[in-house]
């Protein structure tokens, strides 16, 4: 079992900045591919970032590409994803999740075997 908890969700100006935190525990960190994905109000659950197991192979969606970061910190356990540059569309529930059979999981949801709860972030406008 992996579990994931998210934190650092919250409300925010069009143009501010989020950093959202995944701490993972329950398996080697080291051995978890991460990904973070976003489910806007209505909509489905769209990619967001990947990184690998070891922060070689690192991926966004279109839609955030140049404005967020995704970075891993295997001594803490720990997936970050910077957002800069925020627009009231990035409002969404953001979940961090865990691959645990694969070095990458991209962005395809059904690579990722745990995720967390998920948490809100709103830009206004």
């Known amino acids: 079992q992996v579990q994931l908890v998210e934190s650092g969700g919250g409300l925010v100006q069009a143009g501010g900045s989020l950093r959202l935190s995944c701490a993972a525990s329950?398996?080697?960190?080291?051995?978890?591919?991460m990904g973070w994905f976003r489910q806007p109000p209505g909509k489905e659950r769209d990619f967001v970032a990947a990184?690998?197991?070891?922060?070689?192979?690192?991926d966004y969606g279109d839609s955030v590409k140049g404005r967020f970061t995704i970075s891993r910190d295997n001594a803490k356990n720990a997936v970050y994803l910077q957002m800069n540059s925020l627009k009231p569309d990035d409002t969404a529930v953001y979940y961090c999740a865990a691959a645990t059979t694969r070095n990458y999981g991209g962005s395809n949801s059904v690579n990722y075997d745990y995720w967390g709860q998920g948490i809100q972030v709103t830009v206004s406008s």
């Open positions: 990184i690998s197991r070891g922060g070689g192979s690192i």
């Open positions: 329950g398996r080697t960190f080291r051995n978890l591919a």
